[in-house]
């Protein structure tokens, strides 16, 4: 007897079905599993997620035993069941379980207690999209299925819609949560997460992705222990000091090997990603808005919902879960006419001269860029208002006539009449005090009533919650897009938030305010996108400070962080990867010795880590040799050889720059016919060690061709004999390999 082949599901297959007698839930495709229980008391119980399973017997169910101090359900004599040693799906504070909650409500009469059991289920074809919100989509309906479980509060009403789409070729479940006031009275959400998960006893690491302004995202492994560990941000933004993504996996777990399971927040504000190891050696996680400086007031019939979650799997180590999340941000986060077009090489004006600059000097670097063959020409801060420094002109988006003369169109076409394309700096969620928008509308500004504000940088924020607010951007960026035929945008922040207060919302609304910002952002971005469907947006804040999926799903391209030192930024894109695709990585080459960390680095590893990411270059080429400009022009041309590989191609990282003096990545096309390899040394030794590359991702049954050498290898022995590296008598080198499948 042949048994069925548990992955040859055909298309119309569910990929959601209901247990009815055992009141079970099963979301399922090829990969994964997930599995989720109606019960004893309509409680919500968690019972599986991870590698597929065909059909779920009832094996997991919760094991009963008398504990002491944790209580039982009410009205029950029961003590072998208890929601405080229950796996869970989504927990309120006061039910019973001290564990962290996923959600706090302060009810009308003053007490934060909510007792949520099920109500109904409701199974759907696709994914609906979350109002106001950014989060993952669906070209077709086949691609996926909605399951909505509603739980309810009896005695208040409050509604909790649990929403859980699963793709039917992805390793990906999609979690929100939407709660509805059903009742007569207000209440006050305190806290409500987007995802509770449990985990059974057994030992996992975390990962997250801490770091700091010019220092980004660098991997952090450590043990889950007893008690509760938080990763988050309270600074209005994503952050340069905690990332919103998080990851859960076995200590054996590598970038090949072992089960990971990944959290990726689709939210650009505060968030909060809370790891708890309980009594019994149980592992909770929930992850969502940060309940710092969170209140929301939510009167009859009204309804809040949160930003999603994206849960991956994989049981092949972290390049496995990483080229998930990059297929599935790629194609079902980021959106627009350039979410698959190949990305211009720009250069960026800003490191060459920040202020200091007028139009001449401008047509001087783009003659430069030309000849080199870049592709954009992108200016910085610096052309608006009348702006010479950083302590004025945020808010009044019209041109510095001093330094542009004859207007910033004039300039643009001067640009454009050189075959290349323009972009242009904003940074329109700030404000001075020096500026015209503060002297006409004092009350935009975020500010605490009689406190004296917070500088940074000599500016302040905008209440992007207000539509007025928004209504003056958008009508003032429209009129300088429209003017200047502007291709690209970088949309900047350069502060995090403080003094948060709305001069629009009352007393008991203030705590509204930071999600309100949120939502604000969105709803501009989304108007001039739609506006402007042809420019290239890209995102920054400060380098790498909101780089996250929600800024994605508008802006497909993020400038990954203001250190441009090549060795620096080893670190800061490989621990970027982990979660965010290539494609979204901006990295530029800059002058040596770099501005930032003051190290020198050759030129050709400068350019070599910018060719990792959405290549450019930030530094002034009227100052450069005629060496190094030809040097430029071969880099630039590589890169165009090599574009849609790397963009676009799949990545792998084979040596952690964390862990040792060497670090290398690997970028291979889907068919699998054709990679790059970039591998780096940082420093140089007297007894150098001789060091064996060995590459990943290939077919093992062809055979490839170093472009460089000529040189037949086979796939599998470049897999698993590899080759000797060159030994490199400096510090900071760098080497590429292009590889390419050969016929017999």
Known sequence: ?????????????PLITFDQENRVFHLHNQYISYLLAIDEGG???????????????????????????????????????SLDSLLREYSGQGDGDFRTPALI??????????????????????????????????????????????????????????????????????RSVKIKNAGQTTVHL??????????????????SLPGAHVNERHEQREKVGFGSKVFSSSRGTTSHQMNSFIALCEPKTDEFHGEVYGFNFVYSGNHKESVERDQFKQTRLTVGINDDQFDWQLGPDESFQTPEVLLAYSDHG????????????????????NQFRQRPIVINNWEATFFDFNELKLKKIVDEAKNVGIEMFVLDDGWFGHRDNDDSSLGDWRVFKKKFPHGLKKFSDYVHQQGMK???????EMISYDSDLYRQHPDYMLRVPDREPTPSRDQYVLDMGRQAVRDNLFNQMKQVLKDADIDYVKWDMNRHITDVYSSVLPPQQQGET??????????????????????????????????????????????????????????????????YPISSMTAHVSESPNQQTGRATPLQTRADVAMSGVFGYELDLTKMSAAEKAAIAKQVATYKAIRPIIQFGDFI????????????????????????????????????????????????????????????????????????????????????????????
């Open 514 to 579: 930071l999600h309100r910002y949120v939502l604000g952002l969105y709803e501009l971005l989304e108007r001039l996108t739609s506006e402007f469907p042809d420019i290239l947006w890209e995102g920054c804040s400060g380098g790498g400070g909101r780089i996250d999926a929600g800024m994605m799903y508008y802006m497909p391209q993020s400038w990954t962080s203001d250190n441009t030192d090549a060795i620096a930024r080893l670190t800061i894109q490989y621990g970027t990867s982990l979660a």
């Open 105 to 174: 409500v302060r009810q009308a009469d003053g007490s934060r207690s909510v007792f949520l059991t099920y109500q109904s289920y409701q199974i759907i074809a696709g994914k609906p999209r979350l109002k106001g919100l950014p989060a993952a989509y669906v070209k077709d309906d086949e691609e996926a299925q909605t399951l909505i479980i509603t739980l309810v509060d009896q005695l208040t009403s409050l509604e909790v819609a649990l929403t859980y789409t699963i793709y039917r070729d992805r390793k990906v479940i999609a």
């Open 422 to 428: 323009m972009g242009i700096w904003f940074e329109p």
């Open 318 to 337: 972290l390049n496995d879960l990483s080229q998930t999340y990059h297929h599935l941000l790629r194609e079902r986060v980021s959106r627009g006419k």
């Open 43 to 81: 409680i919500m119980s968690h019972l599986y997620f991870g590698r597929a399973v065909r059909h779920y017997h009832g094996q997991r169910q919760s094991p009963r035993l008398d504990r002491g101090f944790s209580g039982n359900l009410p009205g029950t004599t029961d003590r072998t069941y």
């Open 653 to 744: 990282r084979l040596i952690n720059p964390s862990q040792g003096n060497r670090c290398a990545w690997l970028f291979v096309t889907a068919d699998k016919s054709e990679a790059v390899v970039f591998s780096f040394q940082v420093l140089s030794s007297a007894q150098p060690a001789f060091n064996v590359l060995k590459l990943a991702g290939l077919n093992g049954n062809w055979d490839y061709q170093n472009i460089a050498t000529g040189k037949v290898i086979g796939g599998d022995e470049l897999m698993n004999t590899g080759f000797y590296e060159t030994i490199d008598k400096f510090d900071f080198s760098s080497h590429m390999y292009h590889f390419k499948a050969v016929s017999d």
């Open 1 to 13: 007897m042949t048994k069925a082949n548990n992955h040859s599901r055909k298309v119309s297959d």
């Open 190 to 207: 305190e806290k409500a997460a987007s995802l509770q998960i449990d985990f059974h006893n057994r030992t996992l690491d975390v990962i």
